[in-house]
């Protein structure tokens, strides 16, 4: 394993290989963050878990290598073979099946998918299940995110997080040509990757993360932290 002396007083991987980490979505958000993951030291505890495959469209704003024989594939074998070739010592598991509230979660919990009606099945499954241990879920639009962060077996967590659920219907709808690009990808992945660190620190919280990288002429980060006691 690489040396990550730099790092060490920031967070260790024996810290972050204390868990296991599940990446439900392994496209915009979730490739960045599984690099970012692995890249930290997570190298024993990673699963991604996707039923999509490999489309052109998905290259220019996701962590995937551009090579037309890979279009078609499913993105999470794609990826993680990708994720292998770069760190040798890196351990990954992937799941290829559909993702709903018969699937089983564990471990962290990083939910990066599109649709708000998928998080409220997914949010069913998870809250008040004593195998998850935190729950993360990230949701993105062009430039704008919010990341939220939450262990789903506090009472008052759950109540939190579940003011933040509506269907499909209510959300904002972004032009095809406008819903992302690689470098909001990358900011919401590095918030994610910060939370994780702090489980990893015993300082899991409720966590609020509004990102705006169109807000005038400079980004704007908002955070909410509630730690509990």
């Given at each position: 394993m690489?040396?990550?002396?730099?790092?060490?007083?920031?967070?260790?991987?024996?810290?972050?290989?204390?868990?296991?980490?599940?990446?439900?979505?392994?496209?915009?958000?979730?490739?960045?963050?599984a690099l970012i993951l692995a890249k930290?030291?997570?190298?024993?505890?990673?699963?991604?878990?996707d039923f999509d495959r490999l489309e052109s469209?998905?290259?220019?704003?996701?962590?995937?290598p551009e090579h037309k024989n890979l279009i078609g594939r499913p993105k999470v074998k794609v990826l993680a073979n990708f994720l292998k070739a770069l760190l040798p010592s890196l351990e990954i598991r992937t799941r290829i099946e559909k993702i709903d509230r018969y699937f089983p979660f564990f471990g962290i919990v990083i939910l990066a998918v599109d649709s708000m009606d998928c998080r409220a099945q997914i949010w069913e499954a998870v809250k008040n299940n004593p195998r998850v241990n935190y729950f993360i879920d990230a949701r993105m639009g062009g430039e704008v995110a919010n990341i939220y962060g939450i262990c789903p077996s506090d009472p008052d967590a759950v109540n939190y997080y579940q003011q933040t659920l509506f269907p499909d219907q209510e959300a904002v709808q972004q032009?095809?040509?406008?819903?992302?690009?690689?470098?909001t990808t990358f900011a919401v992945a590095s918030v994610i990757a910060k939370l994780i660190q702090r489980v990893a620190k015993g300082k899991g919280a409720i966590s609020n993360v509004e990102i705006n990288l169109d807000y005038t002429d400079f980004p704007k980060i908002k955070t909410l932290q509630i730690d509990l006691v």
């Open positions: 690489a040396d990550f002396l730099r790092q060490l007083d920031i967070v260790s991987p024996k810290e972050l290989n204390h868990f296991p980490i599940l990446i439900v979505g392994t496209g915009g958000i979730g490739s960045p963050t930290m030291g997570c190298r024993q505890n990673l699963t991604l878990a469209h998905n290259l220019p704003n996701q962590v995937l032009p095809c040509t406008a819903q992302t690009i690689i470098y």
